[in-house]
């Protein structure tokens, strides 16, 4: 990965400049084998799972949704191959937006990919059985839970960015792709937890999603202000390995704190949809509950001789969950 990990990296002229220009951007790649490898067993096994599938994989995932996380696992590679895992070591700008593209982007289209049915679908009844288990496990509510994914989702990067993380990692190759699959794995969390195509071991209301994912944009806010007003962080380490001077690094942070903020609210407009779609879906399914039990509420109460309870009045006013939905008196 280059001057921060080599160290014989000669600056380039277009790393001193106020942004990158395309030639640099379209030649600006690096050989990541972790991270190659890791994406490349993580296709191979969803390959895998789609040709050893118990079930026909087309009704467990549908090739939407598969092509979803594959989409997921290719911005996965991009930013760990191209420019941005390039220059991410000498361009906080460039790290920030690598921290979007794997804490938001990839993990959200992942697991919008449902691969826990995936592997769900390979396993034996048994293996179903042991996976329902570990689902129901209190380790597993825990850490699924709304506030645990919100607070790993907001104070990672606040962690990442503040302390001596950010740039011992970049410095040290096999330390930034631990890094790298830290966030990927904490971001897949939180979209795994809040979207849950997939089987999870609580399931919420999608309108509470709601709610917190509008909290979850003013907190992304704060820190955009703190990076934009606060003091420059890492000085002296972006003057030796670009050679820019004062205002060009705080340049740069400024850039960073616009990608953190605006850019990783824009990305979180699709999430929003998907979230608007899930709300959609859990109400059409309460009001298919709601008039199954109507239906056999009224096939109950037909099949009475006079057709209607002691307490007199409509039959339905007397159910207390179909009372409350249709505003009969208990």
């Known amino acids: 990965m280059l001057a921060a990990h080599s160290g014989e990296r000669p600056r380039s002229v277009f790393l001193v400049s106020a942004a990158l220009s395309w030639h640099a951007i379209a030649t600006s790649w690096t050989l990541d084998i972790h991270a190659v490898l890791a994406i490349a067993a993580a296709v ?29 696992t290719l911005v996965w590679l991009l930013a760990s191959i191209s420019f941005v895992g390039d220059l991410a070591a000498e361009r906080f700008w460039v790290r920030a937006l690598q921290i979007v593209l794997l804490l938001y982007v990839a993990p959200m289209m992942m697991a919008a990919g449902r691969p826990i049915s995936a592997i769900a679908a390979t396993l034996s009844p048994a293996g ?36 001596p993380w950010n740039i011992t990692s970049v410095q040290h190759q096999w330390l930034d792709a631990v890094t790298r699959l830290i966030i990927l794995v904490v971001g ?4 795994y937890a809040r979207l849950q195509v997939d089987p999870v071991p609580h399931r919420y209301p999608q309108a509470l999603s709601l709610i917190i994912t509008l909290v979850e944009t003013i907190a992304d806010g704060v820190l955009g202000v703190v990076l934009w007003q606060g003091p420059t962080l890492n000085l002296a380490y972006y003057e030796r390995v670009t050679g820019a001077d004062a205002a060009m690094v705080r340049t740069d942070q400024i850039a960073a ?20 779609v899930a709300l959609r879906r859990d109400d059409r399914r309460h009001t298919a509950d709601i008039d199954a039990q109507l239906d056999a509420a009224d096939r109950d109460h037909a ?28």
């Open 188 to 191: 897949f969390g939180y979209f």
């Open 257 to 276: 704190a616009g990608i953190l903020w605006i850019l990783a609210d824009v990305v979180g407009l699709p999430f929003l949809a998907l979230l608007m």
């Open 44 to 72: 191979g096994y969803s390959l895998v799972c789609s040709k050893g599938a118990r079930i026909r994989p087309d009704r467990v995932v549908e090739p939407a949704r598969r092509v979803s996380f594959y989409l997921g």
């Open 128 to 163: 179903r059985l042991a996976g329902i288990r570990l689902l129901r496990s209190g380790f597993l509510r825990t850490i699924t839970n709304p506030i645990t994914t919100s607070a790993a989702m907001l104070g990672l990067p606040w962690v990442l960015i503040f302390s």
């Open 303 to 330: 099949a009475e001789a006079d057709g209607e309870p002691e307490g007199g009045g409509l039959w339905w006013t007397q159910d207390p969950t179909l009372a409350q939905r249709f505003g009969g008196e208990h």
